[in-house]
C-alpha cells in the first residue's frame, strides 16, 4: 500500500492521458529544481528573481494555451495541461509563488480575447516570453465585489484615453509592465464598462506595495491613475464592452483557483500523513490514535469530493460550456476544503505546525486570500443561487 501523500491523494481520472502525465513529469521537476527549494527563503524575503519568468517560459509554462502566432504552446494543448501547471506549481507549498509567476494568466486573456490583431502583436509575444509582466486591475478601494459599479474613469481626448481613478490589491502591481485595466467609459452600470491597456510607466501612474497576512513573495500593490494619457489603440475591445470579458476572465480565475485549493488541501494532506506516522505521543505513532486517523480520512474524503467536481467542470468547459454556477460553487467547495485541511493539519502538527518555514504554516497562512479574492464565498454562493433560479 502506498503512504497517503501527494500523488496517492489525487482521484484518477478519464480526461487525462499519455501526454498530461508526461507534461506533469517536467512541470515537476522543474518546479523541485527551480522552486521547491526556495520557496521558504523567497516568502521571507518577500519575492522571487525575475528571471523565474523566463526559465518558466522556457519549458513552456508561461505559454501553455496561447496561440502558436504569439509565442504560446498550443499544439496537443488542452485545459487540463493548464490545470496540471496549477497543481504541480501548488505543490511547493506557496501561492504566493503562483500569483506572482501566472498573473499573465488572469491580465493577458483579456488581450487575447478581445483586443485588436496589433495589442495582440504588441503585447503577447514579450509576456510569454516571461521578458514583460501584466497584470490586472479590476479591483478598487471603493470595492471588488461590485465590479459593475467601478469608477476610474476613462475619457476619450482626441486619440487618446485619460484615465483617472485608483485600483487596490493588483497583484503584481508593482513589477508589471503592462496593466489591464477595467475602466468607466461610458454611463452607470456594467453597461458602461471597458478594458484599456495601460503601460506601466506612463507618467501619472504611481504605485505603492501592501503589506499582508500571506502570498509575501507576490507582490500587491494599490495603483493611482492620474490624468494618464494612453492611445485610443490600447482599447481591448468594443468600447463599453469590457463586462463580459471581465466575467468570462473571472470563471478561468475560479477554476484555475480551485485547482491550486485542492492541490494545497493535498500537500496539507501529505504533510500532516508524515508527521503523523513519525510523532509518538503516549507510547504510539500519532497515527495509532483513531481521533487523528479520522481526521487524515475525513481530509481525503473532502478532496476527493472537491477534485470530482473540479474534473466535471474542467470537462464541461473544455466542451466550450460556461457553467457559471457550477464554477462560483466549485471555487467555494474547493477553498472550503483547503480551509478544512489547513486547519486539521496544523492540529496534528501541534506546535511545530506555528513555526515558520514549512508548507503547512505558510498555506494556513494564505487560506483567507483563495476564500475572498477572484470572488468572495458570499458573492460565489449568491451568483449561483441566481443562476440556478432561486
Ligand atoms: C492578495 C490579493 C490579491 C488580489 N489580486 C487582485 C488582482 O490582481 N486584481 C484585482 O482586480 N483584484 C485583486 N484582488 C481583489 C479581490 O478580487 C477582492 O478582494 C475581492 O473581489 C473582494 O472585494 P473586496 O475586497 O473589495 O470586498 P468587498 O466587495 O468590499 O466585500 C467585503 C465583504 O463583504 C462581502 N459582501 C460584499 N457584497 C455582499 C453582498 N451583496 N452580500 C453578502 N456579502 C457581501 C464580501 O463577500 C466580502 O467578504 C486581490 C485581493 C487580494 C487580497
Not at 99 to 104: D, F, K, Q, V
Not at 276 to 288: C, D, H, I
Request: charged fraction near 25%; aromatic fraction near 6%; glycine fraction near 10%.
Amino acid at each position: 500500500m502506498s503512504p497517503l501523500d501527494f500523488d496517492s491523494t489525487r482521484l484518477p481520472s478519464p480526461h487525462l492521458a499519455d501526454s498530461h502525465e508526461a507534461w506533469r513529469k517536467s512541470v515537476r521537476a522543474f518546479v523541485d529544481r527551480e522552486i521547491a527549494p526556495n520557496v521558504n527563503c523567497w516568502d521571507e524575503a518577500g519575492g522571487f528573481p525575475r528571471d523565474l519568468h523566463q526559465k518558466a517560459a522556457a519549458i513552456g509554462i508561461i505559454g501553455l494555451g496561447y496561440p502558436e502566432d504569439y509565442g504560446g504552446v498550443s499544439e496537443g494543448v488542452d485545459l487540463f495541461h493548464s490545470l496540471i501547471v496549477a497543481e504541480e506549481l501548488a505543490r511547493a507549498g506557496s501561492g504566493g509563488l503562483i500569483a506572482g509567476l501566472m498573473t499573465h494568466g488572469i491580465g493577458l486573456p483579456p488581450v487575447i480575447a478581445l483586443g485588436s490583431d496589433e495589442l495582440k502583436a504588441r503585447i503577447a509575444p514579450p509576456v510569454l516570453a516571461g521578458e514583460k509582466l501584466i497584470a490586472l486591475c479590476v479591483t478598487e478601494p471603493s470595492g471588488g465585489s461590485d465590479v459593475a459599479n467601478l469608477k476610474t474613469r476613462a475619457k476619450r481626448d482626441g486619440d487618446d484615453y485619460v484615465v483617472s481613478g485608483e485600483k487596490t490589491y493588483i497583484t503584481s502591481g508593482c513589477r508589471a509592465d503592462y496593466l489591464t485595466v477595467a475602466v468607466r467609459t461610458g454611463g452607470d452600470g456594467a453597461g458602461g464598462l471597458s478594458f484599456l491597456l495601460v503601460e506601466a510607466d506612463r507618467p501619472g501612474v504611481t504605485r505603492a506595495r501592501l503589506d499582508k497576512m500571506g502570498w509575501w513573495m507576490s507582490d500587491t500593490a494599490s495603483i493611482h491613475f492620474d490624468d494618464v494619457r494612453v492611445p485610443a489603440e490600447n482599447l481591448i475591445g468594443a468600447l463599453n464592452g469590457g463586462f463580459a470579458g471581465i466575467v468570462t476572465n473571472f470563471n478561468m480565475e475560479r477554476l484555475s483557483m480551485a485547482t491550486q485549493a485542492i492541490a494545497f488541501a493535498r500537500v496539507c494532506i501529505e504533510d500532516a500523513a508524515n508527521w503523523a506516522r513519525e510523532r509518538q505521543t503516549f507510547g504510539k505513532p500519532l497515527s495509532k490514535h483513531q481521533v487523528i486517523r479520522h481526521k487524515l480520512a475525513e481530509m481525503v474524503r473532502q478532496v476527493h469530493a472537491s477534485s470530482a467536481f473540479l474534473d466535471n467542470c474542467t470537462w464541461r468547459v473544455m466542451r466550450g460550456e460556461s457553467p457559471v454556477a457550477e464554477l462560483a460553487l466549485l471555487k467555494v467547495q474547493a477553498t472550503r476544503t483547503m480551509e478544512f485541511c489547513a486547519r486539521e493539519a496544523m492540529q496534528i502538527l501541534g506546535g511545530a505546525s506555528f513555526i515558520r518555514g514549512q508548507r503547512i504554516e505558510r498555506i494556513y497562512r494564505e487560506v483567507r486570500v483563495m476564500a475572498i479574492g477572484g470572488g468572495s464565498e458570499e458573492i460565489m454562493l449568491d451568483l449561483a443561487a441566481r443562476q440556478m433560479g432561486v
